[in-house]
């Protein structure tokens, strides 16, 4: 509180604040509105309704006087009033810059992977212990096949704070391709160099993703950076993702590579362009066709998704 000389009242008021990294300047001008609130409600006709007396607080012991037009017009016994109204503000105003402070501490972590544990499922939402703050996860950012059981750990996405029915939210997500994204930034030391870089990620969180990345250094081989000797490094953010399947893709600025590339494993495959309409016809081989297809049309759908090209698959014997 500066410029407040270190009274036992300004000294405690600067310790709270300080220890909740509140304003006491926010608080006191709260506290002053609370108790001229008070005093309008007890004693409605002391004062006119645009009528604004100024209300002091004593920096020694943090007694209270109204004054109006230059006198204390007090009423003996409000003292004790106002004090449990101050009390009271000065418990709600520590309440929200807590959780303002926990919020703005949130928004610089938006994008970034925290460990988290399950604390409850309400209905179709799945709480999260985040240390400082909860985390709510909506159903179109779970993944089925986590379970979600309270006293489960995992990592979680924050994807950002949103107003929510009780105030701001954080949002966290398991099905986000920014967990993918920062799980092989966790274990690829090339990314943290800039050696290795994910172009593109197309994701259907729990079941399969498709990771497109690139070298910005001769003699990189950034899908075998990804992958890791024997497998270890993508194994590892599979583990983490619950067994879901990732293709590690070369990114190719060319569409038509990319586009064969994106496809795999199928293999053998003719592709030709519409680069205007951003369409690509696919012909595959009798035995790569139900790979370039995939499980329900996910390995094409990815693809689409992954080089922004609607993809269209048939046969050798459609041409």
Known sequence: MQGLPRTEFAAALNQVCAERSIDPAIVLDAMKAAILAAFRKDFP??????????????????AIKIIK????ITPAGFGRIAAQTAKQVILQRIREAEKKAIFDEFEGKIGTLMNG????????VVVVD???????????EQVRSDGYN???RLKFYVVGIRPGPRGNEIIVSRSHKGLVENLFKLEVPEMSFGSVEIKVIARE?????????????????????CVGQKGVRVQAVINEVGEEKIDIIQWYEDPIQFITAALSPAKEIVVKIDEENKEADVAAPEDQLSLAIGRGGQNVRLASKLTGYKINIHGFDEM
């Open 45 to 62: 006709d002391v004062l006119a309704e645009d009528e604004e007396p100024d209300v002091q607080i004593q920096e020694k012991d943090g």
């Open 69 to 72: 037009d230059g006198k204390n």
């Open 117 to 124: 544990m399950v604390q409850r499922v309400e209905g179709p």
């Open 130 to 140: 985040l240390g400082k703050a909860e985390g709510i996860m909506p159903p179109q």
């Open 150 to 152: 309270p006293g489960q």
């Open 205 to 225: 969180g729990g079941e399969r993703t498709k990771v497109a990345v690139v070298s910005n250094q001769p003699g990189v081989d950034p899908v075998g950076s």
